[in-house]
């Protein structure tokens, strides 16, 4: 069982930053992708950025590409989303996501294991 818990999120104005962060629990957790989601009310979750755990290898949804930074810090398993220059569409529930190794999209939310909680963001104008 990996468990997942997130914090950081709060309210910020348009052009400020937040910093996210994952804090992960379980065995084999190294191997395993990971991601950030949100969902925006009224909206579908959309993948915002993932990386796997060992490789390093990073990607973003062209929404935040540029602005939107994940990283990870392998002492305290925790994995971060570093958010800058933030509007108002940023405003969301953003979730935390765990994928095993194996194929499939790393953008789809189906193709990921475990989740957590979720932080809200809010980005006022």
């Known amino acids: 069982q990996v468990q997942l818990v997130e914090s950081g999120g709060g309210l910020v104005q348009a052009g400020g930053s937040l910093r996210l962060s994952c804090a992960a629990s379980g065995r084999t957790f190294s191997s395993y992708i990971m991601g950030w989601f949100r969902q925006a009310p009224g909206k579908k979750r959309e993948f915002v950025a993932a990386f796997t755990w060992t490789g390093g290898n990073t990607n973003y949804a062209d929404s935040v590409k540029g602005r939107f930074t994940i990283s990870r810090d392998n002492a305290v398993n925790t994995v971060y989303l570093q958010m800058n220059s933030l509007k108002p569409e940023d405003t969301a529930v953003y979730y935390c996501?765990?994928?095993?190794?194996?194929?499939?999209?790393?953008?789809?939310?189906?193709?990921?294991?475990?989740w957590g909680q979720g932080t809200q963001v809010t980005v006022s104008s």
């Open positions: 996501a765990a994928r095993r190794p194996g194929s499939g999209p790393y953008y789809s939310d189906q193709v990921y294991d475990y």
